[in-house]
């Protein structure tokens, strides 16, 4: 198997990992033209003359789908609002020609000198493609599969007067499926070489058009006769290391793929200088020649090393590798960004899971799910960074990239390394589609499906492409099989035995997502979830899967974000019946809303959709704080590590996120930001006691730990504080405060403040919890004062405003306060935003200063100040001068 996987692999020709500068690689992404294949009579060589006339052609989205460009015309509506999607023709039922389209782009590039190649690469095409150039046809076989990139030689093609002409013919998935309503629909879209969710899940409705068209970017690349490919950097950090100080060496091992493009032996130097070492191996490459090539490993002094987040930083170093032919100067150059880390894996025979440690330090990872930035592929570096931020300051560590959706672009991971969130990668199947359970909706049986895909070569050369796209990146850490299966057995054997060792030897490669080299499931079942509203002790006291790959809960985003995709007449409140039954509107329904049950109306009776989405961020709040809580208080005990299914959505969908579609965070986050911070203080619900969790590499001594009750009136009790320390990177118990809860909270129920003080006294950690009465309902919350709240607001500097509120003395606790930045003109929200805390509460007498970021220039700002039980407030904020 082996060596027919190098023969396909070596004659594969694929893209660098990393831009080059501006006049050596520049992107199409302008000027772009299409139209239906059913509206054009020519050929691709005609279509790609520059005589034929384009006047009826309209303005195409490239990088896009063919529903992007007919949503760019309102040719169709807004499939992510309301119903709209149900009024979009599916591609089962109009057939594949319906959404074939030709993509034409003119390209103006002067005519090559001599000795210089010009390439076309195509990072992503869904699903097969013929590409011609000024009236030649470039791919012999019509290319196919979604994650196979595609670099052609076009320098014979080019024309004289530097007006060059483009033409791609994109072709829907071979199978496009029957979205049945299925998870993955009738799972026949998993034939393909493709991702699988725009069949339909149950967090998504189906994809019209299968997502068809050139969804990723379009290059023009231009080297002399020698080409380099594929960089691979690998950084060993040897030991046991501190995240300060000074460090002992590292060492930078780097190879690269030399292509000769010439009919004569060339001769040159594969070199980089980095940090004033420059590094260089002289070759010799005989005509038309491939040749992988490594360099001498350079020992790094004192290296400044990348680590997860809250553990330590995150510097990158910028790698410039060139191909430099004797005589002629630099023929090609690459610049290659990574970090300096090392990822190690072992067995936790305690936990009975895989745990991970970086540069030698073991990390307890709290992980969230990702399914893809946006269902119909619209991706951007912005959106990428803003999501990855957000994930950042969920004090999350790791995202899992789900395997039913696709192998991420590079700017996902640039934002990864940014922020230091370690990367799990699934590949490309589900155990939905892939035949791992009886499935009525699928169409073939588990036997036919476990063959999925139909075409396993495909498979494994995207496989060997997407590994060289991303493996440089710092915080890719884990590569995994599937979802919930393994793959086919002769695709899993090339990928265990074959890719992995020959391209990235250095990462855990897990077969499947639950699987037990992973996470022994001693306790039965599949090995992850549940993925519903739980009683908040169950995460603290009923042990589920040591390294638990998905187990999540509700996720409705509060009314404004409601507001953007369910239309007035629909902003209906779900009513539950006393047998436990709920009325549900339709467009809910549509957007999968999961139950909340009575959870909402512990916290009195919802009087309409408004009222329940305030009172359901309560929920929110309390189950995710409670999700990190219970599985931290366990760490190393019980558990490696927990992943959420999920934390974000791709689509208006109304379950497992932390932030909506339109990027606006709910209660959901900063619930997680709260219970993940490094230093945490939280209480036990099992046991009632108070204990410390320390997620860092370094003890804390002499932390005074304060806890405190407050009634409906703001009326303190004071039950102890204490000096002690905090070991690191473990859970510890401390004390217990049962008794005085039993008796403040038995008829309405009461809070309880816990701080963490340093020893100026400054507030380390800060966390507040609203206790129910004897009867489980939170009785008090709705008898509470109105709280003196005043809010203070100034504009920092550029793209930073900060927030006071300030709680008068001897009054009610001012609970849960959502502060939301806003265009002061049309008082929308900014998105995204950043808040260092939000659905804030501050106890009387007390006093919290939130800090908000945001992009962009945006003069007239305000801040919006709407709290449980205090007024809300409308602050301006005055402009720059």
Known sequence: MKSKLLIVLGGLLVLCSRPLTAQQLYELSDGWKCAPVSSVKESGAVISGTAYALNSWQTAVVPGTVLTTQLLHKQVPDPFYGMNNQLIPDIHNTGRDYYTYWFVKDVEEAYPAAGQQVWL????????????????KLNRVTHKGMFLRQEYNITQWMQKNGHNRLAVIVYPPDETGNANGGQGGDGTIAKNVSHQYVAGWDWIQPIRDRNTGIWDKVFIKKTGGVVVRHPHIITEVPGVRIPTGVQQPAIIKVSAELQNTTAATLTGTLQYVLDGHKISEQVILAPGATKQVQLPRLVLDNPRLWWPNNYGSQPLYTLPLQFVVNGKGVSDADSVSFGIREIQTSWNTTTGSKEIAVNGQKVFIKGGNWIISDAMLRFSPERYDAEVRYHRDMNLNLIRVWGGAL??????????????????????????????????????????????????????????????????????????????????????????DSLMPMLDGTRWFVDYSNSDSMSYNRLGGNGDGPYGLQDIKTFWGTQTWP???????????????????????????????????????????????????????????????????????????????????????????????????????PWTAMRGQMYDYYLDPNACLFGLRNAGEPLHIMFNPMDSMVMLCNNTFTAQRDVMMVAKLYDKAGKETFITQVF????????RRYFGVGEALVKAAKKDGAFLSLQLLDKQQQVISDNLYWLPGADGKYTMLQQLPVASLTTQCRRVRAGEVEVTLQNAANGAVAFFNRISLLDASSKQRILPAFYSDNYVSVLPGQQKTITISYTGAISNLAVMVTGWNSKETFNTIANEK
């Open 547 to 649: 390294f638990n790959s998905e187990v999540g809960s509700v996720g409705v985003g509060d009314y404004e974000s409601l507001q953007r995709f369910i239309p007035a007449a629909n902003l209906k409140a779900p009513v539950y019946k006393a047998d436990g039954s709920a009325i549900v509107d339709s467009v809910w329904d549509y957007h999968k809303y999961i139950g909340y049950d009575s959870s909402v109306e512990a916290y009195g009776k919802v009087m309409d959709a408004a009222d329940f989405a305030r009172k359901a961020q309560l929920v929110n709040y309390n189950q995710y704080r409670g999700l990190i809580e219970g599985f931290s208080s366990h760490q190393w005990e019980w558990y490696s590590g927990v992943i959420i299914w999920k934390t974000q959505n």
């Open 407 to 496: 192998t991420e672009r590079p700017e996902f991971y640039n934002a990864c390394d940014k922020y230091g969130m370690l990367v799990m990668q699934d590949f490309w199947t589900s155990g939905d589609c892939n035949g791992k359970w009886v499935d009525p909706l699928k169409k073939e049986d588990q036997w036919t499906r476990r063959k999925y895909p139909d075409d396993h070569p495909l498979f494994i050369v995207s496989a060997a492409d997407q590994i060289k796209m991303i493996r440089n990146h710092p915080s890719l850490a884990i590569w995994c099989g599937g979802n919930e299966i393994t793959l086919a057995e002769d695709i899993h054997h090339a990928l265990k």
């Open 724 to 731: 002690t320390e905090a070991p690191a990177n473990r859970a």
């Open 121 to 136: 690469q195509l990072r992503g095409v869904n699903y097969g493609c013929d590409v011609y150039y000024n009236s030649h």
